[in-house]
């Protein structure tokens, strides 16, 4: 989720967990739909594994979508936004509780530290897993994550 300090400081804690907890009675069916499994929320991060990246892009995207139809119902300080980073290769999943790697902590970098509010990340790996990229449009972007530079795609929709 974005805005955790602000909205924190506003707002107070207990407003904060409270659109926490609707944001992952939100989002948990969206990963099941899109084939995905919520390994675990974190704070105001959430963990899921798909079977394809392709799945992982039109769930985050109806992620998006999603938080956006409930901000038209809510007042602007029960707005829910979130920023998404997909990630794609070996990972060590402990019995659908934890997942670890490479590929996971880099999702989280761009999910939490580099992507804006509403923006959905991926890496080259992740982008170049998925079998038809004409079904979405991306645009390429350089970032430097933890000193190391790699090229990240962002998704427009």
């Not at 402990?94 to 761009?110: H, Q, R």
């Not at 994550?145 to 962002?154: E, F, H, L, R, T």
Request: hydrophobic content about 40%.
């Amino acid at each position: 989720m974005s805005g955790f300090t602000l909205l924190t400081q506003r707002h107070g804690l207990i407003h904060y967990l409270g659109m926490v907890r609707r944001m992952q009675v939100a989002t948990e069916p969206i990963v099941k739909r899109f084939n995905g499994q919520v390994i675990k929320y974190e704070a105001d991060n959430m963990y899921a594994v798909f079977e394809t990246c392709g799945e992982a892009i039109r769930a985050g995207i109806s992620i998006n979508l999603a938080m956006d139809a409930m901000n038209t119902i809510t007042e602007d300080s029960k707005d829910l936004y979130v920023s998404i980073g997909i990630s794609y290769g070996k990972i060590l999943e402990i019995e659908g509780k934890d997942i670890f790697g490479d590929s996971v902590n880099l999702a989280s970098k761009l999910g939490e530290d580099i992507a804006e509010r509403g923006e959905i990340l991926v890496t080259k790996e992740a982008w170049g897993e998925i079998s038809n990229k004409a079904d979405f449009n991306f645009e390429e972007i350089k970032y430097s994550v933890s000193g190391v530079k790699i090229a990240v795609y962002k998704v427009k929709y």
